[in-house]
Protein backbone atom coordinates (compact mmCIF):
# COMPACT_ATOMS: atom_id res chain seq x y z
CA UNK A 1 0.00 0.00 0.00
CA UNK A 2 1.48 2.97 -1.08
CA UNK A 3 0.28 6.10 1.01
CA UNK A 4 1.92 9.18 -0.94
CA UNK A 5 1.32 12.82 0.37
CA UNK A 6 1.93 15.93 -1.58
CA UNK A 7 5.45 16.74 -1.00
CA UNK A 8 5.25 20.44 0.34
CA UNK A 9 5.94 22.20 3.81
CA UNK A 10 3.15 24.08 4.59
CA UNK A 11 1.46 26.09 7.76
CA UNK A 12 -1.59 25.82 7.01
CA UNK A 13 -4.73 24.14 5.36
CA UNK A 14 -7.25 21.28 5.76
CA UNK A 15 -4.72 18.28 7.38
CA UNK A 16 -7.40 15.80 8.01
CA UNK A 17 -6.56 13.57 5.65
CA UNK A 18 -3.12 14.14 4.27
CA UNK A 19 -1.11 11.84 6.77
CA UNK A 20 0.69 14.19 8.64
CA UNK A 21 2.85 12.81 11.25
CA UNK A 22 4.80 16.00 12.92
CA UNK A 23 3.82 19.48 12.69
CA UNK A 24 5.53 22.57 13.51
CA UNK A 25 4.67 25.91 13.78
CA UNK A 26 5.92 27.15 11.22
CA UNK A 27 5.44 24.00 8.86
CA UNK A 28 4.08 20.21 8.49
CA UNK A 29 6.34 17.43 7.32
CA UNK A 30 4.49 15.44 5.06
CA UNK A 31 4.88 11.65 5.55
CA UNK A 32 5.16 9.24 2.46
CA UNK A 33 5.22 5.71 3.51
CA UNK A 34 4.59 2.21 1.74
CA UNK A 35 4.13 -0.81 3.04
CA UNK A 36 6.11 -4.19 2.17
CA UNK A 37 5.83 -7.62 3.33
CA UNK A 38 4.91 -5.93 6.59
CA UNK A 39 7.25 -3.52 7.30
CA UNK A 40 6.80 0.06 6.52
CA UNK A 41 9.33 2.42 4.96
CA UNK A 42 9.72 6.14 5.16
CA UNK A 43 10.28 7.08 1.87
CA UNK A 44 13.01 9.64 0.46
CA UNK A 45 11.88 12.82 -1.19
CA UNK A 46 12.80 14.08 -4.83
CA UNK A 47 15.38 16.62 -5.74
CA UNK A 48 13.92 19.90 -6.69
CA UNK A 49 17.11 21.91 -8.12
CA UNK A 50 16.34 24.70 -10.84
CA UNK A 51 18.70 23.12 -13.05
CA UNK A 52 19.10 23.35 -17.13
CA UNK A 53 21.43 21.18 -19.05
CA UNK A 54 23.28 22.69 -22.30
CA UNK A 55 24.87 20.80 -24.48
CA UNK A 56 24.51 18.32 -27.66
CA UNK A 57 21.24 16.80 -29.32
CA UNK A 58 23.20 13.69 -29.45
CA UNK A 59 24.33 13.24 -25.73
CA UNK A 60 20.78 13.98 -24.87
CA UNK A 61 19.50 11.69 -27.45
CA UNK A 62 21.68 8.86 -25.87
CA UNK A 63 20.63 9.54 -22.48
CA UNK A 64 16.89 8.89 -23.71
CA UNK A 65 17.35 6.14 -25.64
CA UNK A 66 19.13 3.97 -22.78
CA UNK A 67 15.91 4.53 -20.97
CA UNK A 68 13.27 3.57 -23.27
CA UNK A 69 11.99 0.66 -23.33
CA UNK A 70 10.49 -0.60 -26.96
CA UNK A 71 8.53 -3.82 -26.65
CA UNK A 72 6.50 -5.39 -23.74
CA UNK A 73 10.34 -7.69 -22.77
CA UNK A 74 12.20 -4.74 -22.98
CA UNK A 75 14.02 -3.46 -20.12
CA UNK A 76 15.55 0.12 -19.95
CA UNK A 77 19.50 0.28 -19.95
CA UNK A 78 21.85 1.40 -17.06
CA UNK A 79 23.97 4.40 -18.95
CA UNK A 80 27.11 4.99 -16.91
CA UNK A 81 28.09 9.13 -17.61
CA UNK A 82 31.50 9.87 -17.53
CA UNK A 83 33.94 12.65 -18.25
CA UNK A 84 36.07 15.07 -15.82
CA UNK A 85 34.41 16.89 -12.52
CA UNK A 86 32.53 19.43 -13.44
CA UNK A 87 31.48 19.00 -17.05
CA UNK A 88 27.98 18.61 -16.29
CA UNK A 89 27.35 14.65 -16.03
CA UNK A 90 24.72 15.58 -13.26
CA UNK A 91 23.13 18.19 -14.86
CA UNK A 92 22.24 16.15 -17.33
CA UNK A 93 21.34 13.43 -16.00
CA UNK A 94 18.77 15.62 -13.30
CA UNK A 95 17.74 17.79 -16.07
CA UNK A 96 16.89 14.35 -18.36
CA UNK A 97 14.75 13.06 -16.15
CA UNK A 98 13.00 15.89 -15.52
CA UNK A 99 12.44 16.72 -18.82
CA UNK A 100 10.71 12.91 -19.06
CA UNK A 101 8.46 13.91 -16.84
CA UNK A 102 10.30 11.66 -13.46
CA UNK A 103 10.50 12.53 -9.89
CA UNK A 104 14.61 12.43 -9.96
CA UNK A 105 16.83 11.00 -6.62
CA UNK A 106 20.00 12.11 -6.42
CA UNK A 107 22.29 9.95 -4.08
CA UNK A 108 25.70 10.76 -3.31
CA UNK A 109 28.07 7.75 -3.60
CA UNK A 110 31.15 7.89 -1.34
CA UNK A 111 33.75 5.42 -0.31
CA UNK A 112 32.12 4.76 3.11
CA UNK A 113 28.52 4.09 1.29
CA UNK A 114 27.10 0.62 2.79
CA UNK A 115 24.90 -1.81 1.60
CA UNK A 116 22.38 -0.91 3.82
CA UNK A 117 22.51 3.02 2.95
CA UNK A 118 21.87 2.30 -0.55
CA UNK A 119 18.28 0.69 -0.13
CA UNK A 120 17.15 1.07 3.74
CA UNK A 121 18.64 2.01 6.89
CA UNK A 122 17.25 1.79 10.46
CA UNK A 123 16.57 4.66 12.55
CA UNK A 124 15.51 4.30 16.17
CA UNK A 125 12.26 6.24 16.56
CA UNK A 126 11.76 6.38 20.47
CA UNK A 127 10.88 3.52 23.17
CA UNK A 128 12.76 0.95 22.07
CA UNK A 129 10.80 1.15 17.97
CA UNK A 130 12.59 1.21 14.59
CA UNK A 131 11.87 2.94 12.04
CA UNK A 132 12.79 1.95 8.31
CA UNK A 133 13.74 4.65 6.09
CA UNK A 134 14.11 4.25 2.52
CA UNK A 135 17.07 5.91 0.65
CA UNK A 136 16.67 8.05 -2.36
CA UNK A 137 17.75 4.99 -4.50
CA UNK A 138 15.21 2.69 -2.55
CA UNK A 139 12.43 5.32 -3.20
CA UNK A 140 13.32 5.74 -7.03
CA UNK A 141 13.02 1.84 -6.94
CA UNK A 142 9.60 1.69 -5.44
CA UNK A 143 7.78 4.64 -7.00
CA UNK A 144 8.97 4.75 -10.71
CA UNK A 145 11.32 7.62 -9.99
CA UNK A 146 14.84 8.15 -11.64
CA UNK A 147 17.90 7.67 -9.60
CA UNK A 148 21.10 9.30 -10.24
CA UNK A 149 23.74 7.84 -8.47
CA UNK A 150 27.02 10.45 -8.36
CA UNK A 151 30.43 9.69 -8.29
CA UNK A 152 29.40 5.84 -8.37
CA UNK A 153 32.90 4.89 -8.82
CA UNK A 154 33.85 6.11 -5.01
CA UNK A 155 31.72 3.65 -3.67
CA UNK A 156 33.19 -0.29 -2.95
CA UNK A 157 32.50 -2.80 -4.70
CA UNK A 158 30.41 -4.75 -1.67
CA UNK A 159 28.19 -1.97 -1.96
CA UNK A 160 27.97 -2.22 -5.45
CA UNK A 161 27.60 -5.83 -5.14
CA UNK A 162 23.98 -5.48 -3.33
CA UNK A 163 22.89 -3.71 -6.51
CA UNK A 164 23.98 -6.84 -8.94
CA UNK A 165 20.08 -8.21 -9.38
CA UNK A 166 18.74 -4.12 -9.68
CA UNK A 167 20.78 -3.58 -12.71
CA UNK A 168 19.88 -7.18 -14.36
CA UNK A 169 16.89 -8.55 -16.15
CA UNK A 170 15.82 -9.16 -12.16
CA UNK A 171 15.23 -5.64 -10.99
CA UNK A 172 14.98 -5.67 -7.04
CA UNK A 173 17.06 -5.26 -4.53
CA UNK A 174 16.69 -7.15 -0.90
CA UNK A 175 16.82 -5.16 2.42
CA UNK A 176 19.08 -7.40 4.65
CA UNK A 177 17.80 -5.07 7.57
CA UNK A 178 14.86 -4.92 7.32
CA UNK A 179 14.06 -8.27 5.41
CA UNK A 180 12.61 -7.70 2.25
CA UNK A 181 12.60 -7.92 -1.48
CA UNK A 182 11.60 -4.72 -3.38
CA UNK A 183 10.96 -5.59 -6.79
CA UNK A 184 11.69 -2.08 -9.11
CA UNK A 185 8.46 -0.21 -10.72
CA UNK A 186 8.54 -0.70 -14.77
CA UNK A 187 8.67 3.34 -14.56
CA UNK A 188 12.35 2.53 -12.50
CA UNK A 189 15.35 4.16 -14.52
CA UNK A 190 19.00 4.96 -13.01
CA UNK A 191 22.09 5.98 -14.56
CA UNK A 192 25.46 6.25 -12.45
CA UNK A 193 27.59 9.34 -13.17
CA UNK A 194 31.55 9.09 -12.95
CA UNK A 195 34.58 11.04 -13.19
CA UNK A 196 38.19 9.79 -12.99
CA UNK A 197 40.64 10.93 -9.95
CA UNK A 198 42.66 9.65 -7.24
CA UNK A 199 39.71 8.91 -4.94
CA UNK A 200 37.44 6.16 -7.14
CA UNK A 201 37.25 2.48 -7.46
CA UNK A 202 38.34 0.60 -10.28
CA UNK A 203 34.52 -1.37 -10.67
CA UNK A 204 34.57 -4.98 -11.04
CA UNK A 205 33.87 -6.32 -14.66
CA UNK A 206 30.28 -7.87 -13.83
CA UNK A 207 29.38 -4.66 -12.58
CA UNK A 208 30.70 -2.31 -15.25
CA UNK A 209 28.84 -4.76 -18.12
CA UNK A 210 25.77 -4.24 -16.42
CA UNK A 211 26.37 -0.35 -16.65
CA UNK A 212 26.05 0.41 -20.21
CA UNK A 213 25.77 2.22 -22.13
CA UNK A 214 28.90 4.55 -21.94
CA UNK A 215 27.79 8.30 -22.41
CA UNK A 216 31.06 10.21 -22.96
CA UNK A 217 30.47 13.97 -21.60
CA UNK A 218 32.55 16.40 -23.40
CA UNK A 219 33.80 19.62 -23.13
CA UNK A 220 31.33 21.45 -24.34
CA UNK A 221 31.61 24.48 -27.85
CA UNK A 222 32.42 28.01 -27.50
CA UNK A 223 28.77 28.66 -27.96
CA UNK A 224 27.40 26.49 -25.33
CA UNK A 225 30.01 27.61 -22.77
CA UNK A 226 28.94 31.03 -23.20
CA UNK A 227 24.80 29.61 -22.87
CA UNK A 228 26.27 27.83 -19.58
CA UNK A 229 28.01 30.59 -18.12
CA UNK A 230 25.05 32.63 -19.23
CA UNK A 231 22.48 30.73 -17.19
CA UNK A 232 24.43 30.30 -13.90
CA UNK A 233 25.51 33.70 -13.82
CA UNK A 234 22.51 35.94 -16.42
CA UNK A 235 23.67 39.03 -14.37
CA UNK A 236 27.14 39.39 -15.74
CA UNK A 237 27.88 41.89 -18.31
CA UNK A 238 28.29 40.44 -21.26
CA UNK A 239 31.99 40.68 -22.41
CA UNK A 240 32.72 39.39 -18.80
CA UNK A 241 31.09 36.20 -19.44
CA UNK A 242 32.53 36.06 -23.13
CA UNK A 243 36.06 36.36 -21.71
CA UNK A 244 36.07 33.47 -19.34
CA UNK A 245 34.02 31.38 -22.05
CA UNK A 246 37.14 31.70 -24.38
CA UNK A 247 39.49 31.48 -21.53
CA UNK A 248 37.76 28.00 -21.19
CA UNK A 249 37.77 27.45 -24.41
CA UNK A 250 41.72 28.16 -24.92
CA UNK A 251 41.99 25.55 -21.93
CA UNK A 252 40.01 23.25 -23.40
CA UNK A 253 41.76 22.73 -26.86
CA UNK A 254 44.62 21.78 -25.09
CA UNK A 255 42.61 19.30 -22.56
CA UNK A 256 43.50 21.14 -19.53
CA UNK A 257 40.83 20.06 -16.67
CA UNK A 258 39.56 23.16 -16.42
CA UNK A 259 35.41 22.89 -16.85
CA UNK A 260 32.08 25.19 -17.01
CA UNK A 261 31.72 24.83 -13.04
CA UNK A 262 35.26 26.74 -12.92
CA UNK A 263 34.13 28.95 -15.47
CA UNK A 264 30.85 29.58 -13.33
CA UNK A 265 32.92 30.16 -10.14
CA UNK A 266 35.24 32.46 -11.53
CA UNK A 267 32.57 34.76 -13.13
CA UNK A 268 30.65 34.85 -9.60
CA UNK A 269 33.97 35.64 -7.86
CA UNK A 270 35.18 38.49 -10.55
CA UNK A 271 31.48 40.07 -10.18
CA UNK A 272 31.12 39.98 -6.39
CA UNK A 273 34.66 42.04 -6.18
CA UNK A 274 34.27 44.27 -8.33
CA UNK A 275 31.07 44.86 -6.43
CA UNK A 276 32.81 44.81 -3.27
CA UNK A 277 35.42 47.46 -4.58
CA UNK A 278 33.09 48.88 -6.75
CA UNK A 279 35.14 48.36 -9.82
CA UNK A 280 34.50 46.82 -13.04
CA UNK A 281 34.78 43.05 -12.54
CA UNK A 282 37.29 42.79 -15.35
CA UNK A 283 39.69 44.18 -13.44
CA UNK A 284 39.45 41.01 -10.77
CA UNK A 285 39.08 38.60 -13.53
CA UNK A 286 42.81 37.11 -13.08
CA UNK A 287 42.68 37.29 -9.22
CA UNK A 288 39.13 35.03 -10.08
CA UNK A 289 41.28 32.55 -12.15
CA UNK A 290 44.00 31.92 -9.94
CA UNK A 291 41.80 32.21 -6.88
CA UNK A 292 39.72 29.05 -8.28
CA UNK A 293 42.62 26.95 -10.60
CA UNK A 294 45.41 28.07 -8.45
CA UNK A 295 48.79 28.57 -9.61
CA UNK A 296 48.21 26.12 -12.54
CA UNK A 297 45.09 28.62 -13.95
CA UNK A 298 47.41 32.03 -13.47
CA UNK A 299 49.94 30.17 -15.57
CA UNK A 300 47.98 28.76 -18.03
CA UNK A 301 46.43 32.81 -18.19
CA UNK A 302 49.78 34.39 -18.75
CA UNK A 303 51.71 31.92 -20.89
CA UNK A 304 48.69 30.01 -22.81
CA UNK A 305 50.52 27.20 -21.81
CA UNK A 306 49.89 24.45 -19.03
CA UNK A 307 52.09 24.30 -16.11
CA UNK A 308 54.68 21.46 -15.64
CA UNK A 309 52.90 20.25 -12.95
CA UNK A 310 50.22 19.94 -14.68
CA UNK A 311 51.31 18.69 -17.59
CA UNK A 312 53.28 15.59 -15.27
CA UNK A 313 49.94 15.30 -13.27
CA UNK A 314 47.85 14.46 -17.13
CA UNK A 315 50.49 12.60 -18.80
CA UNK A 316 50.15 10.05 -15.35
CA UNK A 317 46.46 10.34 -16.06
CA UNK A 318 47.20 9.35 -19.53
CA UNK A 319 49.68 6.82 -18.57
CA UNK A 320 47.15 5.04 -16.47
CA UNK A 321 44.40 4.84 -19.62
CA UNK A 322 45.68 3.46 -22.73
CA UNK A 323 42.60 4.42 -24.54
CA UNK A 324 42.92 7.84 -23.54
CA UNK A 325 44.36 10.01 -26.45
CA UNK A 326 47.41 12.31 -26.15
CA UNK A 327 46.03 15.64 -24.17
CA UNK A 328 48.65 17.40 -25.95
CA UNK A 329 51.61 16.80 -28.71
CA UNK A 330 55.23 16.50 -27.06
CA UNK A 331 56.28 19.91 -29.33
CA UNK A 332 52.42 21.46 -28.30
CA UNK A 333 54.61 24.04 -26.51
CA UNK A 334 56.94 25.20 -29.02
CA UNK A 335 54.01 26.43 -31.54
CA UNK A 336 52.05 28.21 -28.69
CA UNK A 337 52.20 31.99 -29.02
CA UNK A 338 54.36 33.30 -25.98
CA UNK A 339 52.55 35.94 -23.86
CA UNK A 340 49.11 36.11 -22.71
CA UNK A 341 46.60 34.74 -24.40
CA UNK A 342 43.53 37.13 -23.98
N1 LIG B 1 26.38 21.44 -19.87
C1 LIG B 1 26.02 22.19 -18.83
N2 LIG B 1 24.83 22.81 -18.81
C2 LIG B 1 24.48 23.59 -17.75
N3 LIG B 1 25.24 23.80 -16.68
C3 LIG B 1 26.45 23.21 -16.64
C4 LIG B 1 26.88 22.38 -17.70
N4 LIG B 1 28.13 21.92 -17.40
C5 LIG B 1 28.43 22.45 -16.21
N5 LIG B 1 27.44 23.23 -15.76
C6 LIG B 1 27.48 24.01 -14.51
O1 LIG B 1 28.59 23.54 -13.78
C7 LIG B 1 28.19 22.97 -12.52
C8 LIG B 1 28.82 21.61 -12.43
O2 LIG B 1 28.10 20.68 -13.20
P1 LIG B 1 27.86 19.20 -12.68
O3 LIG B 1 27.76 19.18 -11.20
O4 LIG B 1 26.73 18.66 -13.46
O5 LIG B 1 29.21 18.53 -13.12
P2 LIG B 1 29.69 17.02 -12.88
O6 LIG B 1 30.30 16.57 -14.19
O7 LIG B 1 28.59 16.22 -12.33
O8 LIG B 1 30.85 17.21 -11.82
P3 LIG B 1 31.37 16.18 -10.68
O9 LIG B 1 32.02 15.05 -11.41
O10 LIG B 1 32.33 16.99 -9.88
O11 LIG B 1 30.17 15.76 -9.91
C9 LIG B 1 26.68 22.91 -12.53
O12 LIG B 1 26.19 23.34 -11.28
C10 LIG B 1 26.27 23.86 -13.61
O13 LIG B 1 26.07 25.10 -12.99
MG1 LIG C 1 28.36 15.30 -10.48
Keep these: M ?80 IGIGGVGKTTLAYAVAKSLGRDVYIMQCTMDTRPEDLIVTPVIAGAGRISYHASPLATAIITGGTCVLDEGNRMSEKSWASLAPLLDQRRYVESIIAGIKINAHRDFR ?96 SEAIEAILGKDGAEFLDTGTPSDRLRGAMRETQSQDPDNESYFDEDEDEDEDEGKPF
Design 2 to 81: LSRAPSVLTNDGDLADSGVLVSFPQAVFMANTIEIEGIVLHLAHPDTIPMKWIGSDQTRDQLVASWMTIADHDVPLNPRL
Design 190 to 285: VCVTMNDDASTYELPEYIQSRLQPQIEIDFPSREEEIAILSFNVPFAPEQVTKYVADFLQKAHAVNLPFTSRDGVNILRYALKLGALKKAAPEGFL
